[in-house]
Nanobody
Framework: QVQLVESGGGLVQPGGSLRLSCAASGRIFSINTMGWYRRAPGNKRELVVT???????NHADSVKGRFTISRDNGKKTVYLQMNSLKPEDTAVYYC?????????WGNGTLVTVSS
């Protein structure tokens, strides 16, 4: 079993920054992809950014140049640094681990960008 716990969400003004963290526990393999997805009100869940165990990243176009993903394999933790936040970034952000063909999800953390 794999458990994922996100933290770091909250209310921020447009142009501000937030850092999300996701701590994984349980059976985490050395080769996997970790990432962040989000679901805005009324929308489907969408990719934000992922990072492989080798460090390759895949960003949604909407966050390129603003969001940075990183991971600490020793701590089994993935981070999302979000800068220059916009109201359209408002969503519940979900942590994901993809390994051996399976997907694991956290419960999500709410990010609200509003003045």
């Amino acid at each position: 079993q794999v458990q994922l716990v996100e933290s770091g969400g909250g209310l921020v003004q447009p142009g501000g920054s937030l850092r999300l963290s996701c701590a994984a526990s349980g059976r985490i393999f050395s080769i996997n992809t970790m990432g962040w997805y989000r679901r805005a009100p009324g929308n489907k869940r969408e990719l934000v950014v992922t990072i492989t165990s080798g460090g390759s990243t895949n960003h949604a176009d909407s966050v390129k140049g603003r969001f940075t993903i990183s991971r600490d394999n020793g701590k089994k933790t993935v981070y999302l640094q979000m800068n220059s936040l916009k109201p359209e970034d408002t969503a519940v952000y979900y942590c994901n681990v993809h390994q051996v063909g399976l997907d694991y999800w956290g419960n999500g953390t709410l990010v609200t960008v509003s003045s």
